[in-house]
Structures are given as structure tokens and as C-alpha cells.
Nanobody, 119 residues
Framework: QVQVVESGGGLVQAGGSLRLSCAASGSIISINAMRWYRQAPGKQRELVARITSGGSTNYGDSVKGRFTISRDNAKNTVYLQMNSLKPEDTAVYYC?????????????WGQGTQVTVSS
């Protein structure tokens, strides 16, 4: 079994910052890419940021220059530092991890954490 749990969401004013965390635990051998997605009401889920096990990153166009993804491989944890937040960043943020497991390898998703940015 592998569990993925996000934390750090909340309500913040426009221009503010939040830091999301996502921890994977369980029968993990290694984790390849870890990603953050978001889904706003009435919109499709979109990729926010991605980081490989080696630390290579890429970002969605709407968050470049404002968000930073990082990871701690020893803790199987990925972070998303979100600065200069805008109301359009309001969404449920999901973490996904590509896990090599002793049980069942594949993509594991968290339940999501709500981020609300007020204007």
C-alpha cells in the first residue's frame, strides 16, 4: 500500500504566499516524477509543476516565475511554494507520485487540498 497526503492549503489574500506539502508513504522502493495538478470549479485538471527524482523541473505557463517545486527524496516529499498568488489560482491542488513499490507500482494520487485566493 502507498499513501499520498497533501497539506498546506488554505485561504490567502491576493499577493500572498502558501507552501503546499505532499508526503508519500508505505511500500515504496523509489519515486520517479512527482507532480502538482490543480482543478478549479468547472475547469479541467491542469498540470502545475513537475519534478523528477534528479531535480529537473517544469511548470505550467500560468505559474512560471511565481511557483517553485522542490522535493526531499529522503522524506518522499514534494513541496510547492506559491508566491504572488492570484484569485485565478483558486483550486483544489492534487499531488501525484510515480511510485516503484513492492506491492503495486504506478501513479498514486492524494485527496487534494483547497487553495482559495481572495481579491
Amino acid at each position: 500500500q502507498v499513501q499520498v497526503v497533501e497539506s498546506g492549503g488554505g485561504l490567502v489574500q491576493a499577493g500572498g504566499s502558501l507552501r503546499l506539502s505532499c508526503a508519500a508513504s508505505g511500500s515504496i522502493i523509489s519515486i520517479n516524477a512527482m507532480r502538482w495538478y490543480r482543478q478549479a470549479p468547472g475547469k479541467q485538471r491542469e498540470l502545475v509543476a513537475r519534478i523528477t527524482s534528479g531535480g529537473s523541473t517544469n511548470y505550467g505557463d500560468s505559474v512560471k516565475g511565481r511557483f517553485t517545486i522542490s522535493r526531499d527524496n529522503a522524506k518522499n516529499t514534494v513541496y510547492l511554494q506559491m508566491n504572488s498568488l492570484k484569485p485565478e489560482d483558486t483550486a483544489v491542488y492534487y499531488c501525484a507520485a510515480a511510485v516503484l513499490s513492492t506491492m503495486a507500482s504506478g501513479d498514486y494520487w492524494g485527496q487534494g487540498t483547497q487553495v482559495t485566493v481572495s481579491s
